[in-house]
């Protein structure tokens, strides 16, 4: 399990972690009605290089808007709350990369179910940033569960009480002997794992489902279509039909809490040679790459 920073932070203010909670009465517990993003932080000599952070506070801004959480403009600025994790990172001292998860709980008590006029906390924790996939040997399997249709509950927010849906999921998928679960949205196409977007290669070109298939729209995701981009792959987001992964030369994961994680087995059924290949691990060091890349508009050093 990952070690968590000893300092949150709690609507601008640094607190032992322990402290940094919301009541037992309020929407957030009562309804898992919060939103939430993780970024990634590279431990570098010079500070902590952090990826995409403005992509993430406008993806949180989104995600609220999308529910109908009111009030977040001035919690969720750029300038006050990078400002805010700096002190954060310089309390806990880390000396090893970092991933922060910062959410918007709404903490109204016995509101009642509803979304709007809520009172609103704005948190961030930082733990080391241990890969939630095996990096090589990955297996999925197909759910039974299928995944939260965006008419039910919106797939583009990510919204904390949606993660019940992947929390049965990915444990049907652990108690029988496998790392993660694939879902199949309503319609029988394929999704995503339960916490990691999914692409695959064919003949070339890479692969992955759109984002009318009930996904989240991940930034790691979109890294990884523009570095291919840059490389000049041929790219497609479309339907997905679970027997085209089993037939795939190339499967992976991606996600910030998943990196680039190669798969190679799904449904018992060996991905090609069942071995990480080579558009994989090539975009897999991409995307390293443009993580530790101090003169990139996509990273920030705190």
């Not at 999704?191 to 992955?208: D, P, V, W, Y």
Request: hydrophobic share 40%; aromatic share 6%.
């Amino acid at each position: 399990m990952a070690t968590m920073g000893k300092f949150s932070l709690m609507n601008g203010n640094i607190v032992p972690t322990e402290e940094a909670t919301v009541s037992v009465a309020s929407s957030a517990v009562l309804y898992g009605l919060s939103v939430y993003s993780v970024f990634f932080g590279k431990h570098t000599p010079d500070g902590m290089l952090c990826f995409r952070i403005p992509d993430h506070i406008k993806r949180l801004q989104q995600s609220a808007r999308m529910i109908g959480l009111t009030g977040t403009t001035q919690t969720l600025e750029k300038e006050p709350l990078v400002e805010e994790i700096k002190e954060l990172i310089a309390m806990n001292k880390p000396t090893t990369d970092q991933f922060f998860r910062v959410t918007v709980h709404a903490v109204s008590e016995v509101a009642g179910v509803r979304t709007s006029d809520l009172d609103l906390v704005t948190s961030v924790f930082m733990y080391d940033a241990v890969n939630i996939l095996p990096q090589d040997q990955a297996k999925l399997k197909t759910s039974l569960w299928r995944r939260t249709a965006d008419t039910a509950i919106p797939a583009r927010a990510k919204v904390n009480g949606a993660y019940v849906n992947s929390a049965l999921a990915k444990q049907d998928a652990i108690d029988a002997g496998f790392d993660d679960c694939l879902f199949l949205n309503q319609n029988g196409y394929v999704s995503e794992l339960s916490a990691a977007n999914i692409f695959m290669i064919k003949r070339g070109e890479l692969i992955t489902p759109d984002c009318a298939s009930d996904i989240l729209e991940g930034i790691t995701r979109r890294s990884i279509i523009e570095l291919a981009e840059q490389k000049g792959m041929k790219i497609c987001e479309r339907k997905v039909a679970l027997t085209e992964m089993y037939t795939a030369d190339e499967v992976f994961a991606c996600g910030t809490s998943a990196f680039v994680s190669p798969i190679v087995n799904i449904d018992g059924r060996i991905i090609s040679d069942g071995t990480s290949g080579k558009y994989t691990n090539d975009l897999r060091q991409q995307l390293a790459d443009a993580q530790a890349d101090l003169t990139s508009d996509w990273t920030t050093l705190l």
